[in-house]
């Protein structure tokens, strides 16, 4: 679960459930967060997404605050979905801001942001 907010009404968080995908050349999340942020999704930039299956879908880029628990608050270009997607994926435009550790031997994992 992330909370995302737009920067432009700071304090207004909305939470979402969003995978790690470290397939993902970028963080998608369903257009209605946008609505929900108050982000006229239209205004962004268009990119066409394309999926590993052959299907494309069309986003619109815009800026958002990211935070979590684990990872604190970040700021990140994310795309928005023009129709309904079933997972919101963080993508590795996301996992480059973190440092990311696993021991398996342990089963131990860490997340902390990038310093």
């Known amino acids: ?3 995302l907010a737009n920067p432009v009404r700071p304090g207004r968080f ?10 993902a050349q970028r963080t ?3 257009g209605e967060f946008a609505e929900g942020l108050g982000i006229d999704i239209l205004r962004g930039k268009k990119v066409l997404m394309s ?4 299907s494309s879908i069309g986003t619109r880029e815009h800026h958002v605050t990211l935070s979590h628990p684990a990872c604190g608050t970040l ?3 994310i ?8 997972r919101n994926l963080l993508g590795r435009d996301f996992l480059g ?5 696993l021991r398996h031997y342990d089963q131990m994992f860490f997340v902390s942001p990038r310093r």
């Not at 999926?51 to 052959?54: E, S």
């Not at 795309?79 to 079933?86: D, P, T």
């Open 51 to 54: 999926a590993t299956h052959g």
């Open 1 to 3: 679960m992330v909370a």
């Open 28 to 30: 998608v999340f369903d």
């Open 14 to 23: 909305i939470d979402a459930l969003a995978y790690l995908d470290t397939g």
């Open 75 to 77: 700021s990140l270009i």
């Open 97 to 101: 801001l973190l440092q990311i550790g």
């Open 79 to 86: 795309c928005f979905s023009e129709e309904q997607i079933h």
